[in-house]
C-alpha cells in the first residue's frame, strides 16, 4: 500500500520561511513525479512543484518560483519543499502528491497525502 505522509506545516508571518516533508512507502514503480500541490478556501487545488525521479528535473508553478525549492533525499523516500519569502497567498492545505509522470492535472497523480495545514499572515 502506497502511503505518503506529510510534516512541517504551521503559521508563519509573510516573509518567513517553512519547510514541508513528505515520507513516501509502499511503491514499487521506478519511474514517477513526486510533488506538491496545495488546496486554498474556495479555490481549486493546483499544483505547485514536482521533481522526476528518471533525470531529477523539477517543475514550479510560475507562482512560486525563485521562492519555493524542492529536493528529494532517495535513500529516506523523502521529498521536501523548502518555502522562503512566504505570502500570504500561499495560505493553503498543501498536499503531497505521486505519479507516474509529470503533469499539473491532479489526475495525474495516483496517490495522495493526507495534507498539511500552511497559513502565513500578514
Known amino acids: 500500500e502506497v502511503q505518503l505522509v506529510e510534516s512541517g506545516g504551521g503559521l508563519v508571518q509573510a516573509g518567513g520561511s517553512l519547510r514541508l516533508s513528505c515520507a513516501a512507502s509502499?511503491?514499487?514503480?521506478?519511474?514517477?513525479?513526486i510533488g506538491w500541490f496545495r488546496q486554498a478556501p474556495g479555490k481549486e487545488r493546483e499544483g505547485v512543484s514536482c521533481?522526476?525521479?528518471?533525470?531529477?528535473?523539477?517543475h514550479y508553478a510560475d507562482s512560486v518560483k525563485g521562492r519555493f525549492t524542492i529536493s528529494s533525499d532517495n535513500a529516506k523516500n523523502t521529498v521536501y519543499l523548502q518555502m522562503n519569502s512566504l505570502k500570504p497567498e500561499d495560505t493553503a492545505v498543501y498536499y503531497c502528491?505521486?505519479?507516474?509522470?509529470?503533469?499539473?492535472?491532479?489526475?495525474?497523480?495516483?496517490?495522495w497525502g493526507q495534507g498539511t495545514q500552511v497559513t502565513v499572515s500578514s
Open positions: 502528491a505521486l505519479g507516474v509522470r509529470f503533469g499539473w492535472a491532479t489526475g495525474e497523480y495516483d496517490y
Open positions: 521533481v522526476s525521479s528518471s533525470d531529477g528535473s523539477t
Open positions: 509502499g511503491f514499487t514503480f521506478d519511474d514517477y513525479c
